[in-house]
């Protein structure tokens, strides 16, 4: 009888359904969650820039990262970082140890939104693989507009010049994370700073990218 009242007192709403729930998701939403899950997260690590993803980014996935980003919901970010990083180390796609560095938002956008859901995610990936966690690593010094009605050349163009070389350590690969991958125009900005100077990028790693938009520009 304790149990089931300590239980009902810990109880909270889950963020994607509101239903009541003692854990970070409901389990309905846990198992909504999975099923957007990649079965071969590195299907696109032979492409350039090199992509490996957690999941799809569609239906519980799509609901989860938009929480996370605009309804203040900072905690979902362990949970997303911890499964990117688990999948990671299955695949076993280097044994070096890495610099992770995740893409920084322009501090005024950080500000607004009282931090960067890609540098909690790095951190939540780190904890998991033991990487070292280098989050000022880029600097964003320009603010841009919002790039999902833009085409990809002017994607390109917009992000011409807005990243440039923080605190890194440059003896390490780095292995970018972030939260969603489309057209890869902001991961080659970045990758394009880093090689400047002469730092090795492994590759950019993602909780997401929407597979059937991808797929038809590769």
């Given at each position: 009888m304790l149990d089931?009242?300590?239980?009902?007192v810990l109880q909270k709403s889950c963020p994607l359904c509101d239903r009541a729930t003692s854990e970070l998701l409901c389990r309905n939403c846990q198992r909504c969650l999975e099923r957007d899950r990649l079965t071969h997260p590195a299907q696109f690590w032979q492409q350039q820039p090199r992509l490996f993803?957690?999941?799809?980014?569609?239906?519980?996935?799509?609901?989860?990262?938009?929480?996370?980003?605009?309804?203040?919901?900072?905690?979902?970010?362990?949970?997303?970082?911890?499964?990117l990083?688990?999948?990671?180390?299955?695949a076993s796609l280097g044994r070096d140890k890495l610099?992770?560095?995740?893409?920084?938002?322009?501090?005024?956008?950080q500000q607004q939104r009282g931090y960067n859901q890609a540098e909690l995610v790095s951190r939540a990936f780190c904890r998991v693989t033991g990487d070292l966690h280098q989050p000022m690593g880029l600097q964003r010094i320009r603010a841009t507009e919002a790039l999902f009605n833009l085409s990809p050349r002017e994607r390109e163009r917009m992000l011409?010049?807005?990243?440039?070389l923080g605190k890194i350590q440059p003896d390490r690969p780095v292995?970018?994370?972030?939260?969603?991958?489309?057209?890869?125009?902001?991961?080659?900005?970045?990758?394009q700073v880093l090689h400047r100077n002469r730092i090795r990028v492994l590759g950019i790693a993602v909780v997401a990218t929407p597979i059937s938009d991808l797929r038809s520009v590769l």
């Open positions: 089931r009242l300590l239980n009902f993803a957690w999941g799809n980014y569609s239906d519980a996935l799509k609901r989860t990262i938009a929480k996370l980003k605009y309804d203040q919901h900072p905690e979902l970010a362990a949970l997303l970082g911890e499964n990083a688990r999948s990671w180390l299955d610099a992770i560095v995740p893409i920084p938002l322009h501090l005024e956008k011409n010049q807005v990243f440039e292995l970018l994370i972030d939260d969603i991958y489309t057209t890869g125009a902001t991961a080659r900005a970045a990758i």
